[in-house]
């Protein structure tokens, strides 16, 4: 009986020691959450978020002139197919168009004006102090190619249809090139004048790498020894309904972006007549290859590059229990890896996605396929590398008969910094909440990829965002069918640039939490 009633109380003395472990380690989570300010989370705005001089509260003809400004460049179908291949007409219709709709900017004393590549713009804007470090925004004007019986409005019509302006370019990326010229044309015809001189850049082949626009803006500003502030490019949004367990938007300004490599499969096999096929053919084989493929993705690789810091900026914001999760992602990364990975739009952050986009075989109906072939586009995760890949693919596939070849790689690009002192990250955030002071805001990664990648040796602090207002719906329209932005929208991005700028002219931060500005 003794021994029975120490084992019930060793048994008692055991429970009770696992319950204060398990009630220390809860009360260790939940101080964790309440109390967790990630790095770059302690300015809450932007000095008090204080309006500008001069406040975007612009007149009904106003909103009218941006809206048919941006309509007459959505007509232009400014399409590139390929570097060879772009719609010469459209880009010399466009480079005439600007200077009617933007009279100010052109004529301004203030503002340089070159034409680079044929058919790329590069504005410098003079400010009046010349020991502020200038910045640049950068946006393209090219569009991908489309299949109009698809669309439900011609794709070119600008058409206006329910508060929404339909049109290839809307979101990707004319309500960029042409918002950030319309809302420096609006400050000039107020009187404004910088104090910090800025870039503007407009490339017009983005969409097949950017290697004859961008890149030789970049070449001339590195020719003139310019070295910049920091650089805004297209490329993230204000995400509606997307996250999870967030009640609100979440405006996310992509600190990285996603590398690409793309590759060539290939078989080779002897060809017949089809009335004595062989076990075998090369069209069975690289299906086979690309099944694989596509049924084994590259490893979840959650926690290393910047998605990290967008789940833990929100974590405060979110709802119980994600709050708790997201504050503690040492404790539980593989629990959320594993549920960002069922939806399409989270999945392409975690890992290397996988894209099967060319398919090739076949030469007759009644003719054994001598040889087949596809393209697989790889977007690279931030630490993914190109060797690491390849071996990954060869052993998936694991038939030698395959051939696989390289055919274009860009590695991912370094994260830039988003902490309290970084200069152009808080700007950016700042003029987010002068124009949307209910949106939570967070660094992250872009998933594409952009003309940021040619202006490295100009700045380290690369950031992409533009404030459009997407759902889970409207991230499909991105290179897809009945592409749109609502009118409200755009006027918010026109607004937007209009504090950016000014918002730019601060000579240093505020100290955070601050609420004097610092002209």
Known sequence: MKNTK?????ALIIMLVLLSVFLIFLAALLIRTYTFSPAGKHRTGFWGNAEPAFAANFSLTERTQLLNNLKGALRMPTVARSVTDFNISALEEFRDYLPKVFPTVFSSNLVHHEIIANYSHLFT????????QPYMLIAHLDVVPVLEEEWEVPPFSAEEQNGYLYGRGTLDDKSSAMGILQALEFLFKR???????FYIGIGHDEEVGGNS????IATVLQSRGVKLSFLLDEGSVILNGVIPGLDKPAAVIATSEKGYVTISLSVSMPTGHSSMPPKESSIGILAAAV??????PMPRMFGQGPERGLL??????????LNVVMANLWLFAPLVSRMMETKPSTNSIIRTTTAVTEFHAGVKANVIAPSARATVNFRLHPVHKLQQLLNQIQNIISDERVKIEVLDHHPS?????YDDTSFGYQVIKGTIGNIFPEVAVAPGLCIAGTDTKHYQKLTRQLYRFIPMILN????????GVNERISVKNYEEIVQFYFHLMQNSDIWTLPHPHSNSSDL
């Open 125 to 132: 804007v003079r400010g009046s102090n010349d020991s502020l």
């Open 413 to 417: 690009l370094p994260m830039s910094s």
């Open 213 to 216: 626009g961008a890149k030789n």
């Open 6 to 10: 120490r084992k019930v109380k060793t």
């Open 312 to 321: 833990e900026h929100l974590s405060s914001q979110l709802r119980f229990p």
């Open 291 to 296: 099944s694989k493929l596509e049924n084994n």
């Open 472 to 479: 889970e719906e409207d991230l499909t329209r991105i290179h």
């Open 191 to 197: 009187g404004y004048k910088p104090y910090r001189s």
